[in-house]
C-alpha cells in the first residue's frame, strides 16, 4: 500500500470516523482483486489509486463551494465504471443514497461486490443507461470524464430536481466544450462553473491535478424540460 498517498485522503478529510477510513484502506486490496479478473483500472493508476481514483473522486467534496452531498440527497453516478467517483463519495457521505449506473454488466458486478464487503448500504448499483433511469429522482448528478457535455446533458435531461447539482471530473481546456453544451442545450454559459483542482492539490501525485477541473452546472431548471 502507499501509504505516503494514504495519508494524503486523512490530511484532507481529517474528520473521517473509524468505518470510514477502514473502508477506504480497504479499496486497495479489493480493486486489485477485480483487476486482476476484468482490468478495472489500468496497472500504472493502480500503484496510485489512492490519488488518481480516490482523492480525484472525492475532489467533488471538498473543492466546490456549499457542499452538495447533504444528508438524504439521492446522488446518481452516471457511467460509473468499476464504482469512481460514487464508492468514494459514499464512503465519505454515508447520508446520502447513492445510484451507481453503467451499460456494462461486469463493471456493475464489481461495484456489486465492493459494495457488499464494505456494507455500503446506501449504494444501489443498476446496470442501465441513464437515460432510461426514473424522472426528477435526484438532487445530485456526478460523472467522470464519460463524454463530452453536449453528449451527456441529454442523457440525464429530466432525471434531476430543479435545484439540483451537476457536477463533472473533466480535463484539458474546456472552454470550446461548454460553449457547444451551451448553445446546444440552450444553457446560458455563465451557468456553468469550472473549478482548477490545482488550485486545491497544487502538484500532488507528480502533478496529476494540473490539468483536471470540475465543471459544474449551477441551474439545472434547463434541463428539466424538453431540449430542442
Known sequence: ?????VSLIWKFFPRLDPVARSRILQLEDLYAFWNKQINVISRKDMEHLYIRHV??????????????????HNVLDVGTGG?????PLAIVHPDCHFVLCDSIGKKIKVVEHIART????????????????PQRSFQVVVSRAVTRLEKFLPLVQNKTTEDARLLFLKGGDLQEEIARAAAIC??????????????????????????????????????CAPLD
Open 1 to 5: 500500500m502507499n501509504s505516503a498517498e
Open 55 to 72: 482523492l480525484h473522486s472525492l475532489s467533488l467534496s471538498l473543492a466546490v463551494t456549499d457542499n452538495p452531498f447533504t444528508k438524504e
Open 83 to 87: 464504482g469512481f467517483p460514487g464508492i
Open 118 to 133: 464494505l456494507q455500503l448500504d446506501n449504494v444501489t448499483p443498476v446496470v442501465s443507461r441513464a437515460e432510461a433511469l
Open 186 to 223: 440552450h444553457i446560458p454559459p455563465g451557468k456553468f462553473v469550472v473549478t482548477h483542482l490545482q488550485n486545491h492539490f497544487g502538484s500532488l501525485g507528480d502533478g496529476f491535478f494540473e490539468t483536471k477541473k470540475i465543471c459544474e452546472i449551477k441551474q439545472t431548471s434547463y434541463l
